[in-house]
């Protein structure tokens, strides 16, 4: 009898992050990681569901990793734990965007019962400006929309008009006054939304393999946006 597909979850690209231990597609264990968690903490805290679930570094045969976008220093400690684990075990790395990931999430976690329409992902990108995708639901499966964009405040009267459901990584409070979202429109707002272990193992389907010694994670922006004055994407 050959060995089970063990997979590790790692998304440390948003504000509340996870870490996961997935065997033969099934999520069996997990873990919230925060924003302010260091490099040695995520480590700390991948060691403790191997431990949870007996068992070893070595029996990890994927990676599956939330890329960006997101926050630059989380991007970049998910990156760098995964590229490590990969170099090291062999493993194999699969990547997927931080929207993909938030997407299946609120899918999978809405009370909406969307068979056909479209989903949103939203995630901050600060300065009143969000990286927003679209996805399309097709009998009960999320088809990959037309690609992340980062948007301005437009973004929400594009969604309302749109219709479906949102999943926002970002609590309600961060959505201007006058833009109304909730209420009477035809929108299922999903609020402080972020990527699930089910959600990165689902958006995964459709995943990158990555080859560990040149991967870098996404941010959407140059370093001069992230760190500056940032531009919105036509």
């Not at 679930?53 to 939330?66: F, H, N």
Request: hydrophobic share 45%.
């Amino acid at each position: 009898m050959g060995l089970k597909q063990t997979s590790l979850l790692i998304n440390t690209a948003t504000i509340v992050g996870v870490a996961g231990i997935a065997v033969e597609g099934e999520v069996v264990s997990q873990a919230s990681l925060q924003l302010a968690m260091s490099s040695n903490g995520t480590v700390a805290a991948i060691d403790r569901l191997l431990t949870d679930t007996g068992s070893s570094i070595d029996e990890v045969q994927e990676i599956i990793l939330v890329r960006g976008p997101g926050t630059f220093t989380g991007s970049r400690v998910g990156a760098s734990i995964a590229k490590a684990i990969a170099y090291v075990t062999s493993c194999s790395l699969v990547s997927v965007s931080t929207l993909e990931a938030l997407a299946w999430s609120g899918f999978l976690q809405s009370p909406a019962d969307l068979r056909d329409g479209s989903m949103w992902a939203l995630l901050d990108a600060r300065h009143h400006e969000f990286y927003a995708e679209r996805f399309e639901v097709r009998d009960r499966q999320l088809q990959p929309g037309s690609g992340a964009v980062c948007r301005d405040l437009d973004v929400f009267a594009e969604v309302r008009q749109t219709g479906g459901i949102a999943a926002c990584a970002f609590a309600a409070s961060v959505v201007p006054q006058e833009e109304n979202v909730g209420g009477h429109d035809n929108t299922t707002w999903l609020f402080d939304m972020y990527p699930t272990c089910a959600g990165i193992l689902a958006a995964s389907q459709v995943g990158r393999r990555e080859d560990p010694f040149v991967f870098e994670p996404v941010y959407l922006r140059t370093l001069e946006e992230l760190f500056d004055h940032p531009t919105v994407t036509p």
